[in-house]
């Protein structure tokens, strides 16, 4: 059965935000195997872990993974995906794994309390909307919800949509394709924002919208 996922990302400085789309022939595997255990311990030391649901809590683990580790997260996570979908295979894949290859460990990601709350409340709204959009339900713009969330430094924002395999998601958002700017990428592999909330909300068995809202320190 074919499916189609939707990535979409928004820099407020600039005021702009990027949108790339793939089409899969069936759903990914989702491995669970891959499991660190010095990782697991330190997102659990996080005050804000044990608020975190399940696939939020696996986001969270996939996207610190990626930054602790990143040439063994090319290796363990990435590539095996690739191979399973080798419509995704190109430029930006060649791209990736040339980052991932390049970049150092970087600062694993804290909890934000505030941005928690913020993301989960765009991925309820984006439920309720039907499609992904950085506006809320009653219209506010990203950048009034971050100020208005108390966030007084850079922030971005990265909004995925598609089956609730969190690994999955996330390499469709460092991939990037369709999205010349490569806004999720970026976002993801920049050092300075260190700070970070998930929201994970159900549209129905298949289709679940994953928001994730960067800061740096505040």
Not at 87 to 112: D, I, M, R, Y
Not at 144 to 152: C, F, N, S
Not at 159 to 178: A, E, K, R, T, V
Request: with cysteine.
């Amino acid at each position: 059965m074919k499916q189609s996922f939707l990535i979409l990302f928004l820099l407020p400085i600039l005021g702009f935000c990027q949108v790339g789309s793939v089409s899969l022939s069936s759903e990914p595997k989702a491995n669970t195997s891959l499991r660190i255990r010095s990782i697991d311990s330190l997102n659990a030391k996080d005050p804000e872990f044990k608020h975190l649901s399940g696939l939020e809590k696996e986001m969270y683990y996939w996207i610190n993974y990626s930054r602790i580790y990143p040439k063994q997260f090319l290796d363990s996570a990435l590539t095996p995906l690739l191979k399973q979908f080798p419509n995704l295979q190109g430029k930006n894949a060649e791209s990736l794994k040339t980052a991932f290859n390049q970049n150092e460990s970087l600062t694993p990601f804290v909890l934000n309390y505030r941005l928690l709350q913020l993301a989960r409340e765009q991925a309820k709204d984006n439920v309720a909307q039907g499609h992904i959009n950085h506006n809320s339900l009653k219209g506010k713009p990203f950048y009034l919800r971050i100020r208005d969330a108390g966030i007084r430094y850079c922030a971005s924002e990265n909004i995925s949509n598609g089956p609730p395999d969190m690994l999955f998601q996330l390499c469709l958002l460092y991939l990037d394709i369709g999205v010349p700017g490569l806004g999720h990428r970026k976002a993801l592999f920049n050092p300075q924002l260190i700070e970070l909330g998930l929201g994970v909300a159900a549209q129905n068995a298949d289709t679940y919208y994953t928001v994730q809202d960067f800061a740096c320190a505040q």
